[in-house]
C-alpha cells in the first residue's frame, strides 16, 4: 500500500502517494478529474521495481482547491515541490492525458529534473471526440449521488468496460463522502479553469520540440483523444522519441497496467 504525504506551495497543500521500490524515482501525473491513486493498478504492475510518487493535482483528490493558479507553470511548479520535498533531484515523468500535457511541459521547463519521460494518451492537439466527451463528463456530471451503488452505476455506465477493481479504486478516491452522500473529491470550479486555461495548440508543439530526453509516446489504439496521426507527429517533433500503442482506450493505466508499466521500467533503466 502506497504511503500519504503533504507539501504546502504557496498556502497550497499538495497531497501525493508514495510506493518503494529499487528502481529510479518516478513521477506520476494524473489527467484532469482524477487522482494519485489512479496509478494503483500501475503501481501493482511495477511491483517494487521503480520507486513511485503520484501526487493528488491542485483541486483534485485531496490537494487543496486555491480559488486560482490553474495555469501549467502552476502545475509544474507543484510537481518541483513534490520531488524537492522528497529530495529528488531527477526522475522519470509519467503523464496521463492531462497529466501528460503538464510532464512535456515540465520536462520542456525544467530539463534537468526529468531523466526520461512517457506521455500516455495526451495530445497537443485533441480529437473532437475526445474533448468533447471531458467537456461533457467534467462539468455536466451529477454533482452528489445518494450511495456506492447508485455513484458505481454511474461509474459503469459512462466508462463502461473496465474491470470491477478499477471501479472500486474510483468509488474510493474519487469521492468524498458529505452529509451521507458521495460528492466528487476534484472541484468543478477548478475543473473548469483547467479546461479554459488551456495553452494555444501550437505551444504545446513548441514545448514538445524543445524536448531532448529519451521520451515514448504510449497511444492506446482505441483512443477518442490521441490519433495515430498525431501520436507519430509526436514522434516526430521529439530528438528522441519512440511510439507504443496498446490495445487500449484513452485510460491505457486502467487498460493495460502491467504491459505500461513493463515499458515505464524499460524507460528507466
Known amino acids: 500500500m502506497p504511503t500519504r504525504h503533504a507539501v504546502t506551495r504557496d498556502g497550497t497543500e499538495l497531497v501525493y502517494w508514495t510506493w518503494p521500490g529499487a528502481g529510479s524515482p518516478t513521477l506520476l501525473l494524473h489527467g484532469i478529474g482524477n487522482y494519485g491513486r489512479y496509478w494503483d493498478l500501475f503501481a501493482d504492475g511495477v511491483g517494487g521495481r521503480l520507486r513511485l510518487v503520484a501526487p493528488d493535482a491542485r483541486g483534485h483528490g485531496e490537494s487543496g482547491r486555491p480559488a486560482d493558479g490553474y495555469a501549467p507553470a502552476d502545475f509544474a511548479a507543484d510537481a518541483l515541490a513534490v520531488l524537492d520535498a522528497i529530495g ?8 496521463h492525458s492531462m497529466g501528460g500535457l503538464h510532464a512535456i511541459n515540465l520536462a520542456a521547463r525544467h530539463p534537468e529534473r526529468v531523466r526520461a519521460l512517457v506521455i500516455v494518451d495526451a495530445s497537443p492537439d485533441p480529437m473532437p471526440a475526445g474533448a468533447e466527451r471531458a467537456q461533457r463528463l467534467l462539468t455536466g ?5 445518494r450511495d456506492r451503488a447508485e455513484a458505481r452505476a454511474y461509474l459503469e455506465r459512462t466508462s463502461p468496460g473496465y474491470v470491477s477493481a478499477v471501479y472500486e479504486n474510483r468509488l474510493a478516491f474519487a469521492f468524498r463522502e458529505e452529509n451521507g452522500e458521495l460528492v466528487w473529491r476534484s472541484d468543478p470550479a477548478a475543473l473548469e479553469r483547467i479546461m479554459r486555461g488551456r495553452t494555444p ?3 504545446r508543439w513548441g514545448a514538445l520540440a524543445r524536448i531532448d530526453c529519451p521520451t515514448l509516446v504510449v497511444r492506446g489504439t482505441r483512443s477518442n483523444v490521441l490519433s495515430e496521426e498525431v501520436a507519430n507527429e509526436m514522434v516526430r517533433a521529439l530528438s528522441n522519441g519512440r511510439l507504443m500503442e496498446l490495445d487500449a482506450g484513452h485510460n491505457v493505466p486502467l487498460d493495460r497496467p502491467r504491459e505500461l508499466a513493463d515499458a ?5 533503466k
Do not use: K, S
Open 141 to 145: 456530471r451529477p454533482a452528489r449521488f
Open 88 to 95: 529528488i533531484a531527477r526522475a522519470v515523468v509519467v503523464g
Open 201 to 203: 495548440a501550437e505551444d
Open 264 to 268: 515505464v521500467v524499460l524507460v528507466a
